[in-house]
């Protein structure tokens, strides 16, 4: 999903922050307000929240961007794993230097992932942003259902 601004960044005088107006590589036009500071906070609130639960940021990360800072659903994904690409590289780098990696598991996980993102990106393109968000809905309860499920176990 390649981006490209159809306009220059606009500070909106009735509107806090910059207006966006993007269009993908097939014709699809995307257009929404950014505030920097309000941005920040809810990142700062998301690496806090996923770290001292040890869960990935993105399963917090897209569904702030698209409820709190009313981001179009495929910015919030891709924007989540533009951001998760350097949170991997840095904990994947301090892993491999401490010896915690097992190849036998990460090589084939990682080309399935490969895979699966290539996929998912084709299959993202020919889908409406409100079936992903009833998608992600549904996998956010799931895997707050298994937590409960683990805490008591």
Known sequence: LLLRP???QKRDPNKKGYHRVLVDSRGNTYEYNVSLPVGLIVSFGV???S????????VIHVPA???LLNFPVHIA???SHFILCFSTLVGSITHYTLGNIRFDLAIPMAAGALVGAQL???LSLRTKGTIIERLLSIGLILVAVRLIIQAFE
Request: proline share 0%; charged share 15%.
């Open 6 to 8: 159809v306009e220059e």
């Open 47 to 49: 690496g806090f929240i």
């Open 51 to 58: 770290s001292v639960f040890g869960i990935g940021g993105g």
């Open 65 to 67: 961007m698209i409820f």
């Open 77 to 79: 994904t891709a924007t």
């Open 120 to 122: 998912g990106a084709k």
